[in-house]
């Protein structure tokens, strides 16, 4: 185990230094001038304060210099400085990366719990109407956008029921500490979290049924009857332990598509992660903030791989480590 998880580590560094050198290109071929943005800004746009700026930050270097030098800078953690915060981008990274982390986690592992288990009672429930209503739930959930989901939640449960608060990370100038904090982080996660798993959900039981479904016409789940065995054991221990490793292959895909996915939600709920971050670098033409961004979200996608590679062979100990 520990021979695969270094080989997928040392492969995993030439993929990340590969994708930091295409998005710094891509970003670079991407129309806009950072320094044009900032002398607009200063209102001074003449042409000895554009340059001052561009020799301030790099930018009059050739392309070629700067990925040097930017590739260099990212071995060692140093991602860079924001034009626009004046502060490193590891240090702006670092402070939102702790909420964009928890968003994602609890959307990814209420997803899946959700996916799962709805799977799972639709297809002990084949063609009755407890699959029925599952199955037009999740299609429901999945064909709604995502915008729209945390436009009317927010309406519905913050606006009009007052249950739940419908922005930020907590109470601004409460000063909860302890559980308190908590409980209030909490209540601010709620909303965000389950807009962003919804749709992930409709994914995980739709894939969930379909292979339970699947590996219950198996040969070995037949003999499994045959020897008469409760439905119960046949469910748990030989349909659903085969049906689950498609789903995990697809979750472990699906971990980085919800980590990107938390932009849209992170700026409808004012969630101050990582997601919003790139949002607001974007609109600035913060090169250094958007390449870390993209340098930290590979990073995660690359780690939520492993871990699933890892949790596949804990499944099935039948699939053999490979390196």
Not at 216 to 243: E, M, P, Y
Not at 253 to 278: C, H, K, N, S, Y
Request: hydrophobic share 55%; proline share 3%; charged share 15%.
């Amino acid at each position: 185990m520990i021979r695969f998880i270094l080989s997928r580590l040392v492969k995993a560094v030439f993929i990340l230094l590969a994708i930091l050198v295409f998005n710094f290109l891509l970003i670079h071929a991407a129309p806009g001038d950072p320094a044009a943005v900032m002398a607009g800004e200063a209102g001074a746009a003449d042409e000895k304060f554009l340059a001052d700026l561009r020799a301030r930050f790099g930018l009059d270097q050739p392309l070629y210099m700067q990925l040097w030098l930017y590739i260099k800078g990212a071995v060692q953690l140093d991602l860079g400085y924001s034009f626009r915060q004046q502060m490193p981008v590891v240090e702006m990274i670092g402070d939102r990366l702790p909420a964009t982390l928890l968003l994602t986690g609890v959307a990814f592992v209420l997803s899946l719990v959700l996916g799962v288990t709805a799977g799972v009672a639709a297809s002990a429930r084949q063609g009755r109407w407890g699959d029925t209503l599952i199955s037009t739930f999740a299609l429901l959930f999945y064909a709604t956008p995502l915008f729209w989901v945390a436009l009317m939640a927010t309406l519905v449960f913050s606006v009009w029921l007052e249950w739940l608060p419908g922005f930020g990370y907590s109470t601004i100038g409460a000063g909860y500490t302890g559980f308190a904090h908590v409980l209030d982080v909490a209540k601010h996660l709620v909303l965000p979290a389950s807009t962003l798993g919804l749709f992930f959900t409709a994914i995980y039981m739709r894939m969930t049924r379909a292979s339970m479904l699947e590996v219950s016409r198996l040969d070995f789940v037949k003999t499994a009857r045959a020897k008469g065995l409760t439905r119960g054991v046949i469910q748990r221990r030989h349909i659903l332990r085969n049906a689950l490793l498609p789903v995990i292959t697809l979750a472990g895909l699906q971990a980085g598509q919800i980590f990107g996915g938390a932009i849209l939600t992170e700026t409808v709920f004012a969630w101050p992660g990582i997601g919003r971050l790139m949002f607001e670098a974007i609109n600035q033409r913060d090169y250094n903030v958007i390449l870390g961004v993209f340098y930290i979200s590979a990073a995660m996608v690359l780690l939520f791989n492993l871990i699933t590679d890892v949790i596949y062979v804990i499944v099935d100990p039948r699939i053999r480590l490979t390196t």
